[in-house]
């Protein structure tokens, strides 16, 4: 059982950045770490994950070029790095770990969820 704990949401202007970070409890190198966010009235989506154990990332087409997912493996951290935040970035982040199942993470695919860390961004 591993607890995440995130922190770094915020308000930003379009165009700004914010950084994320998740603490695990427990050595999280043995998980896939990934962060989802839901907006209110939509679906929560996968928008960065990172496996150590394949070397792999994934990233959402919304997000790509703009976010970067790092795993800091002797910190028991995970961060997103958030650039060119656009309004519709606006969303409720949770950081999650599970096991691997391959690409694109899907919520079930994760058993341990943070309490989430609300990200908003004004035009």
């Known amino acids: 059982w591993v607890q995440l704990v995130e922190s770094g949401g915020g308000s930003v202007q379009a165009g700004g950045s914010l950084r994320l970070s998740c603490a695990g409890s427990e050595s999280i190198g043995r998980y896939c770490m990934a962060w989802f966010r839901q907006a209110p009235g939509k679906e929560r989506e996968g928008v960065a994950a990172?496996?150590?154990?394949?070397?792999?990332?994934y990233y959402a087409d919304a997000v790509e070029g703009r976010f970067t997912i790092t795993l800091d493996n002797a910190e028991n951290m995970v961060t997103l790095q958030m650039n060119n935040l656009a309004p519709e970035d606006t969303a409720m982040y949770y950081c999650v770990a599970g096991f691997y199942r391959g690409w694109p993470p899907r919520s079930t695919d994760f058993d341990y969820w943070g309490q989430g860390a609300q990200v908003t961004v004004s035009s």
């Open positions: 990172v496996y150590s154990g394949r070397d792999s990332t």
